[in-house]
């Protein structure tokens, strides 16, 4: 059975409650593990106050080269991580694999930023005395995950905040816990000291979080009605809050745009992880002259995603990772072709005895999907793509902005003022003009409107972890 880890202590939940992780593509039992509380976050936070006091002290030299050579470790396990990861989640082996890698290069890029964020000196107008700008950790932060890249947003929280010289209570969704455990082991094994990283597991542990006295600082990924009551719960103790939710985001492809790369862009976009991504391509809107050749294209390609079990080296596309979510995405469809949307592909279940256990899904295809459908309105996180014909970029941006989302968007088109309009005018954190969605180390991510607030990635998210402190040293002249 999994543990929890709580500083030294590998550790049941005190209820002594359990529950199984399932997997999604068999229904078998992967493992059983803790169902904690708050008595078991209470135990967290105190050994992550206990152990802020000495990390956060370390020279940051020495945290940089701590976490380096953690990370090193981690990145020599992931063959067997990978594989925890696609059993409990569903994903292909393959996605996994990239996963696990960007987990512990994550650690790694944010290990170079420990010694290299500094503070500032300022002159002040009595030249007896002069002024800091110091940057501190804020002390233990709480970091809450969802179940569709367990490892990749664990790892957006985890890593800034201990380069930073912050501590962590980790909890990763109730249905993904068993790869990063797997992962933060690796780390301690690798020689994080115990007590920096602390991961509890249980649907119950997350509200016990942001409860939590010790706990000053939240960072979540999850649905945006979640976000909400995380924000307000935080709120009576002023905590600081960086919230990663829900989008749709819109992609709109233009007459002038190069078909081939729109399509591996919008195909990559949807169907990868099965859909359930954050950032993705959630909404279409093509220009009517190359409307069918698009269409026939991101047919093509699919059609090619076979679903299958995420461990068979054939598979392209794994199950949905819940059955609840899989109804969720089928309804959505229904709504759409019940109000006169045309199925372009799929649309239903995979036939066959090798899909009667799991939660697959057909890659989803729709065309001219009605104003009002759901699949416009409401976030589809599933493998199902909504299109529509736009006659203009003024239509594409006016219909992409119209939604409370705002994570990221894209556009397609040779046409460099266009190009440029749709970054100044999409409503989003991020706008990809011409390339694949794909989050980069380098550049902040996050989004805005009802998409969250708050930066993940980047030297921002880095910053995200101090806190900022005034300084005056007199009697110096
Ligand atoms: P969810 O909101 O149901 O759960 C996310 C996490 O929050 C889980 O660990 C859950 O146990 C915990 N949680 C739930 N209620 C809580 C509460 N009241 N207090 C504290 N913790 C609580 O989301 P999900 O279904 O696991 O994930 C899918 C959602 O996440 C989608 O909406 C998706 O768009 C979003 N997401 C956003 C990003 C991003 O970076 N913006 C990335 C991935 C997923």
């Known amino acids: 059975m999994a543990t929890m880890i709580i500083e030294g202590e590998r550790t049941s939940a005190a209820s002594g409650k359990t529950y199984e992780v399932r997997n999604p593509a068999t229904g078998e039992v992967v493992d059983k593990v803790p169902a904690g509380g708050p008595a078991d976050v209470d135990k967290a936070a105190q050994a992550a106050h206990k152990t802020f006091a000495t990390w956060s002290k370390l020279p940051a030299n020495q945290r940089r080269e701590i976490l380096h050579k953690a990370a090193q470790h981690m990145l020599g396990k992931v063959e067997e991580i990978a594989t925890m990861l696609t059993k409990e989640q569903g994903k292909t082996i393959l996605e ?29 107008p009595d030249t007896t005395t002069y002024g800091l700008v110091v940057r501190k950790p804020i002390g233990v932060c709480g970091a809450i995950v969802p179940w569709n890249f367990p490892l990749t947003l664990a790892a957006n929280k985890v890593a800034p905040a201990i380069a930073a010289g912050n501590t962590v209570v980790l909890k990763p969704a109730s249905t993904t816990p068993l790869s990063t455990l797997a992962c933060i082991e690796a780390l ?37 009605p979640t976000g909400k009551r995380v924000m307000a719960k935080a709120a009576e103790q002023l905590k600081k809050v960086t919230l990663e939710l829900g989008g749709s985001d819109p992609c ?24 359930q991504q954050c950032l993705s391509t959630k909404r279409l809107y093509v220009q009517e002259g190359v409307y069918d050749a698009l269409m026939e294209k991101l047919i093509a390609r699919a059609s090619k995603l076979k679903p299958g079990n995420g461990l068979d080296k054939d598979t392209r596309m794994g199950p ?8 969720e995405v089928e309804a959505q469809i229904k709504d759409a072709i019940d109000r ?23 890659p989803t295809i729709l065309g001219d999907v009605p104003d009002g459908a759901r699949m416009w309105t409401e976030e589809v996180f599933g493998p199902a793509l909504p299109v529509r014909k736009i006659k203009d970029l003024d239509e594409g941006i006016r219909l992409g902005n119209d939604t409370p989302f705002g994570l990221g968007s ?56 101090t806190e900022e402190k005034s300084v005056v040293y007199g009697g110096v002249g």
């Open 96 to 124: 996994s694999r990239l996963e696990a890698r960007r987990f512990g290069e994550n650690i790694a890029w944010f290990a170079d930023l420990a010694d290299k964020v500094h503070g500032q000196h300022v002159r002040l």
């Open 252 to 275: 709109i492809v233009l007459d002038d745009a190069d078909l081939e790369g729109a399509a591996r862009a919008i195909s990559v976009g949807r169907f990868f992880n099965c859909g």
């Open 320 to 327: 949905m990772h819940t059955e609840t979510q899989r109804a």
């Open 188 to 224: 301690i094994e690798g020689g994080l000291p115990e007590g920096v990283v602390n991961v509890v597991l249980g649907q119950a542990t997350g509200e016990a979080i942001v409860e939590h006295p010790l706990i000053r600082k939240i960072a979540l990924t999850g649905s945006t």
């Open 410 to 465: 894209s556009i397609w088109t040779s046409n460099m003022a266009a190009a440029y309009r749709a970054v100044q005018e999409l409503e989003a954190g991020y706008t990809w003009v011409n390339a694949l969605v794909i989050a980069h180390d380098e550049l902040p991510f996050g989004g805005t409107k009802q998409s969250g607030f708050g930066k993940e990635h980047g030297v921002e998210a880095f910053l995200q972890y």
């Open 340 to 362: 006169g949307a045309k199925v372009l592909y799929g649309g239903g279940r995979p036939k066959g005895a090798e899909y009667d256990k799991g939660w697959f899904i057909e």
